[in-house]
C-alpha cells in the first residue's frame, strides 16, 4: 500500500470496491447525484447507492441469509463491518475509524476521456457521499501522513483542492463540494469534475446517450453502470465497431431469490451502417439451439450474426494496435488450411456462422471435452454442402471417414492425422459438431427426444428470474461448473462453500423495438 497512491482516490476505490463486493445488503434506490458530477465525457461510470429502500434492504437480507456465515439476519450489519475492516486493513486502512465515520449514501466511480487514439490517457475520478466533512478531511490526512506522503493546497474556481503526492511520485488531488467528496488521479480531472458541478460543463447526467440508456430501468436498485460505447470505441481507435449505439446502462437490483441485472443499449439505425443494421436484426431472434443441447449442458453459449462480427473486426485490424501481425496470423492460418486440409476458411466454414451459432458444455476437465458447436446457418443446404466439400478434401488427403446412424441422422466422423478427430451431422437446418461422434449422437437424442437444456426446469426459471429470454445468450449452472473452478482456481474453504449456494447464472441480449435488452441474474439457493 505504501507504494500507491495514498490520494483519496486510492482511498475511494478500495471503499468502492468494499462497498460493491460487501456492503450490498443495505443498498437500496436513491438520486444519483454523482452523475451529475461525472463529467460528460465520461467513458465509463457505476455507481452504488448507499440509502437503503426498505424493499431492497429486506430482499438483500433474505438473500444474504442463504450463505455460509450470513445466516443470522440480525447480525448482518456487524459481519459486514468485519468483512470490510478485513479488507482495507490488508491495504493498511481502517476501515472503522477512516471510513465508516464520514461515508455517505452513494459512491461512484468514472473513467474520464483525456484523448482519443492509441497513445491518449484516461482520468478517474471516484466520488462519494460525505455525512461529516470535518472527519473525511481529517482521514484523508491521516492516510496520507501514514504513508509518508504530502499535500499542497489550491484554490479552483472558488473550491479549495487538496493536492496529495505519495513517496514514490504518485499524486492525485480531492476536494469537497456540496457534500461529495471528489477524489481524481490527477488535477484535470478534478477540474473538469468541479465544472461539471457548477454548469460550466456538461456533466454526464446532462448527456443525451446517458438519460436515454438509463430512463427506462428500475429506479428502486443497487447499482448502476454505464458505457459510452462510442465514445469507448473511438477512444481506441475503432470507432467504426460501435456503429448505431452510443451509450448502454445496467441496474442492478436484489429479489430474494438471486440478483437481477436489467440493461438498455439504445440502436440508432439512421446511423448506423448495414453490417450493424443487419446484426441488430438478427439480434431479435429467440435462441433456438439450446433445444440441441442436452439436458446435461452445465454452460453454453449462444450468438448471432458471429460472421459478420469477424469480418468487422478484421476490416478494423490494419487501424488496431497489434493489428497488422493479427492480419498476418490471419493470413498463415488461411493459407495453411488451404494447402495442408484444402479447406477455403471463407466460403467453407465461415458461412456456418452467419445466422446462429452456439457452444455447449456437458463436461470439462484437464484430459476430458464434452460438448458440441452448433449453428443454424441462412443457408442450410449450402452449409451441407461445403462440410461435404471438406469432408472429400479431408479423405483426399489421408483422413479416415467414418459414418454411422443416430436418431434417423448420418453422423460422419473424420480421423485427420496428426490433429484428432471431429464429427458433423446435419438435421432440420441445423449443423452439429462436436470432437466425437457420441457428443453429435448426445445433441440429436436429445432433440429427439426433447430432453435437452431448452426444456429443463431450472433453464427455464433461471432465465425468468432473469427477466428476458431471446437473442444472444450465456448460461452457466454453477453446481456443474464448481468442479472445473477448483480444478484451475486453489479456492479458499469459505469461498466454496458460498459458490455452492449459488445456483445459476445467466445472460440474455436481444434486440426490441430501437434498442438492446439485457437481462441477466445470479441465483442464490
Aim: aromatic share 4%; glycine share 10%.
Amino acid at each position: 500500500m505504501h507504494r500507491l497512491v495514498i490520494a483519496a482516490t486510492t482511498l475511494l476505490a478500495l471503499i468502492g470496491a468494499v462497498v460493491v463486493v460487501a456492503y450490498l445488503f443495505i443498498f437500496g434506490a436513491a438520486t444519483d447525484r454523482a452523475a451529475a458530477i461525472a463529467p460528460g465525457r465520461s467513458l465509463a461510470y457505476a455507481s452504488v447507492y448507499l440509502t437503503p429502500s426498505t424493499g431492497q434492504q429486506m430482499r438483500l437480507a433474505d438473500l444474504l441469509t442463504k450463505l455460509p456465515g450470513f445466516t443470522d439476519r440480525t447480525a448482518l450489519g456487524t459481519k459486514i463491518d468485519e468483512l470490510a475492516q478485513r479488507f482495507l486493513g490488508d491495504a493498511g486502512l481502517d476501515y472503522r475509524a477512516d471510513v465508516k465515520p464520514w461515508l455517505g449514501d452513494e459512491v461512484a466511480l468514472a473513467v474520464i476521456a483525456e484523448g482519443t487514439g492509441s497513445g491518449s490517457t484516461n482520468g478517474t475520478l471516484v466520488i462519494a457521499a460525505v455525512r461529516d466533512e470535518r472527519a473525511a478531511r481529517a482521514a484523508i490526512a491521516r492516510i496520507v501522513q501514514k504513508a509518508s506522503g504530502t499535500t499542497s493546497s489550491e484554490t479552483y474556481n472558488g473550491v479549495a483542492v487538496t493536492l496529495a503526492r505519495g513517496s514514490a511520485g504518485q499524486a492525485g488531488s480531492f476536494a469537497i463540494l456540496e457534500g461529495m467528496l471528489l477524489a481524481g488521479s490527477d488535477q484535470a480531472t478534478l477540474h473538469a469534475a468541479i465544472d461539471a458541478a457548477q454548469g460550466r460543463a456538461a456533466s454526464l447526467a446532462d448527456t443525451d446517450a446517458f438519460r436515454r440508456a438509463t430512463q427506462a430501468l428500475p429506479t428502486d436498485r443497487l447499482a448502476l453502470a454505464y458505457l459510452d460505447i462510442s465514445g469507448a470505441a473511438t477512444a481506441g481507435g475503432q470507432s467504426a465497431l460501435a456503429s448505431g449505439y452510443h451509450g448502454a446502462a445496467l441496474a442492478l437490483v436484489a429479489r430474494s431469490d438471486g440478483l437481477q441485472m436489467t440493461g438498455r443499449a439504445p440502436f440508432d439505425a439512421a446511423s448506423a451502417d448495414a453490417s450493424a443494421r443487419a446484426n441488430f436484426a438478427l439480434g431479435g431472434e429467440p435462441a433456438g439451439l439450446p433445444s440441441w443441447m442436452p439436458a446435461s449442458t452445465h454452460a453454453e453459449l449462444v450468438f448471432f450474426g458471429a460472421r459478420q462480427t469477424f469480418d468487422a473486426v478484421v476490416a478494423q485490424l490494419g487501424s488496431a494496435p497489434g493489428g497488422e501481425q493479427a492480419q498476418q496470423t490471419l493470413t498463415q492460418l488461411r493459407a495453411l488450411a488451404a494447402l495442408g486440409l484444402g479447406i477455403d476458411l471463407d466460403r467453407d466454414l465461415l458461412p456456418l456462422f452467419d445466422r446462429e451459432a452456439a457452444v455447449a458444455v456437458q463436461e470439462l476437465g484437464t484430459t476430458t471435452l464434452r460438448g458440441q458447436v452448433l449453428t443454424r446457418p441462412s443457408n442450410g443446404a449450402a452449409a451441407v454442402d461445403a462440410l461435404k466439400r471438406i469432408t472429400e478434401s479431408l479423405r483426399g488427403r489421408g483422413s479416415e471417414v467414418t459414418e454411422q446412424q443416430v436418431a434417423g441422422t448420418s453422423v460422419t466422423t473424420l480421423a485427420v492425422p496428426q490433429v484428432g478427430r471431429v464429427a458433423w451431422a446435419a438435421q432440420d437446418g441445423v449443423i452439429l459438431l462436436g470432437l466425437t461422434p457420441e457428443d453429435v449422437a448426445a445433441a440429436l437424442e436429445a432433440h429427439a427426444s426433447d430432453a435437452t437444456l431448452g426444456a429443463a426446469a431450472g433453464y427455464r426459471s433461471t432465465f425468468e428470474i432473469a427477466g428476458g429470454h431471446g437473442g444472444n445468450e450465456i448460461y452457466l449452472d454453477s453446481a456443474g461448473a464448481l468442479p472445473w473452478l477448483e480444478g484451475v482456481v486453489n479456492l479458499p474453504s469459505d469461498a466454496r462453500d458460498i459458490l455452492t449456494h449459488v445456483g445459476a447464472a445467466a445472460i440474455a441480449i436481444g434486440a426490441h423495438g430501437n434498442e438492446l435488452e439485457i437481462h441477466a441474474t445470479v441465483t442464490v439457493h
